[in-house]
């Protein structure tokens, strides 16, 4: 099947099987490789990426449902040279490890943190509740995506 999806601001065609995931369209056919495969059931988390501006599972979606809309990966959350303020903020709190996970939790708290208002750490802990972390005790992910909020807000860090 041809489709044709926006990723990162640029048009993507493809010729995919029907069964393809988005997941592996994103890796394989774009070339997008901070996308990362973990469970292949959309348990972990490390496969997130935004569609039309929302996170998703990429290992559960096809990439003919992507087709004739918006995919934004890691890879699309910088602006050009310039880190993301989520993604300082988790090098500066010290956020990651192995990095495996890094770019599902930054996928799926962006829109969050876009969102919302000044957050504690419960609610914070229940927006990342769906993306697992082998390595931390994720009191440095709840640090970064507060330090990351209050960029955001225009507070002094």
Same mark, same amino acid.
Request: aromatic share 4%; hydrophobic share 30%; net charge negative.
């Given at each position: 099947m041809k489709i044709a999806v926006d990723v990162n601001g640029e048009r993507r065609d493809g010729d995919v099987e029907p069964r393809t995931l988005l997941s592996d369209f994103i890796r394989h056919d774009c070339g997008l490789t901070?996308?990362?495969?973990? &469970? *292949?059931q959309g348990v972990c988390g490390a496969c997130t990426v935004q569609l039309d501006g929302e996170p998703v599972r990429s290992c559960l979606l096809l990439a003919v449902q992507a087709h004739g809309r918006s995919v934004r990966t890691v890879e699309g959350l910088a602006d050009g040279g310039r880190l993301h303020p989520l993604q300082r903020a988790f090098n500066e709190s010290h956020a990651l490890q192995c990095g495996f996970c890094t770019s599902g939790f930054l996928m799926t708290l962006e829109p969050v943190i876009r969102d919302a208002g000044d957050l504690d750490e419960e609610e914070i802990r229940a927006a990342l509740a769906g993306n697992l972390c082998? &390595?931390? +005790?994720?009191? +440095?992910?709840? *640090?970064?995506?507060?330090l990351a909020a209050r960029e955001l807000r225009g507070d002094a860090r």
């Open positions: 901070g996308t990362h495969v973990g &469970c *292949e082998r &390595c931390t +005790g994720y009191l +440095g992910i709840v *640090e970064a995506v507060q």
